[in-house]
C-alpha cells in the first residue's frame, strides 16, 4: 500500500501576515514541479486567511498549529476547529510537543481536539513524543503508547480515515540532535504495529507516521528513506523557502 508523504512546516510563532504570505508565495512557485509528496504550512492562526488567499491556486496545503475544542462560546483567546476551517485550512496539527509542555495540554484534551478536528472536517496530525529524561530512563514506548491510545481510544475506524500521526522526539525539537535513523526505524515500526494492535492491519498500514525534530535538508534523505517514515514535520528549516524545498525534494 503506498502512503503519500506528506512534508509539514510549522511555522510556530514566527513570521507576520505579511511575511507568511511571501514566505507561501515563494515555497508554491518552488513546489510547481513537486509531484507524489504532499506539502503543507502551518503558520499563526492571524495568517491563515491570508495565507489561504495566497497559496489558492496552488498544490500547497494549509494548516493550523492548534485549536480549542469547543465549537464557540465565551472562551477568550481561543479558536474553533469550524473557524479555521472556514479560514481555508485543511490540516491541523494536535498535540504538539511544546503545546504540551508550556500550555499544560494532556491526552485526554488532545482527544477532544482531535474529535473536534475530525468533527469539521479537518485533518489532525497527532504529535507524540517522548523528552530526554524519558528516552534515558528507557520509557519511550510506554510514553508513546500512552499519547496513541489516550489520544485516539474511543474513535471508529471511519472516523480516523484523515489521522496522520507525527513523531517528534522532544529532544531533538528546535535542538539539532536528529534521532538516528536506528532509532527513527524502530519507533516507527513500533508505533505501526500499535495502530495496527489499536485499530486494524489495514488502518496500521494506510496511516502516515511522520518524523519530526532537526529535520534539515541534510538529513532529509536518509530519514525519509526509513520504510516506516512517510514524510516530516518541520519547524525551523520549514521558515526558508529556499530550505524548506530541498527537504520537500529529498529524492532529488
Ligand atoms: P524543528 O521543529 O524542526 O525546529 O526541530 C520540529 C517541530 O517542532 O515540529
Redesign the pocket.
Known amino acids: 500500500m503506498s502512503r503519500i508523504p506528506l512534508i509539514a512546516g510549522?511555522w510556530?510563532m514566527y513570521k507576520t501576515g505579511p511575511e507568511a504570505v511571501e514566505t507561501a508565495m515563494e515555497l508554491a512557485g518552488l513546489c510547481s514541479d513537486v509531484r507524489d509528496v504532499e506539502v503543507m504550512i502551518a503558520p499563526t492562526y492571524l495568517s491563515l486567511p491570508l495565507v489561504a488567499a495566497s497559496i489558492k491556486d496552488t498544490d500547497v496545503k494549509l494548516g493550523a498549529q492548534n485549536l480549542y475544542f469547543e465549537k464557540q462560546g465565551a472562551f477568550t483567546g481561543e479558536v474553533s476547529a469550524d473557524m479555521i476551517k472556514a479560514a481555508g485550512a485543511e490540516y491541523v496539527i494536535i498535540g504538539?510537543?511544546?503545546r504540551r509542555q508550556y500550555f499544560g495540554e494532556t491526552d485526554s484534551l488532545v482527544f477532544k481536539k482531535i474529535k473536534s478536528a475530525i468533527e469539521a472536517g479537518l485533518k489532525p496530525v497527532l504529535?507524540i513524543g517522548e523528552t530526554g529524561k524519558q528516552k534515558d530512563e528507557e520509557k519511550t514506548f510506554t510514553v508513546l503508547d500512552k499519547q496513541v491510545s489516550d489520544g485516539l481510544k474511543g474513535f471508529g475506524l471511519d472516523e480516523l480515515d484523515d489521522l496522520v500521526l507525527?513523531y517528534?522526539p522532544v529532544w531533538?525539537?528546535?535542538?539539532g540532535k536528529t534521532a538516528d535513523t536506528g532509532q527513527v526505524n524502530e519507533v516507527h515500526q513500533y508505533l505501526r504495529s500499535l495502530l495496527e494492535k489499536l485499530f486494524s492491519k489495514d488502518f496500521s498500514h494506510r496511516t502516515r507516521i511522520l518524523y519530526?525534530?532537526?529535520?534539515k535538508p541534510e538529513n532529509a534523505k536518509d530519514l525519509m528513506g526509513i520504510e516506516d517514515v512517510d514524510g516530516a514535520?518541520?519547524?525551523?528549516?520549514?521558515l526558508d523557502a529556499n530550505k524548506f524545498i530541498n527537504i520537500i525534494k529529498y529524492n532529488k
Do not use: P, Y
Open positions: 510549522n510556530k504538539h510537543s511544546e504529535c507525527a517528534e531533538a525539537i528546535g535542538t519530526g525534530g532537526s529535520v514535520l518541520v519547524g525551523g528549516a520549514s
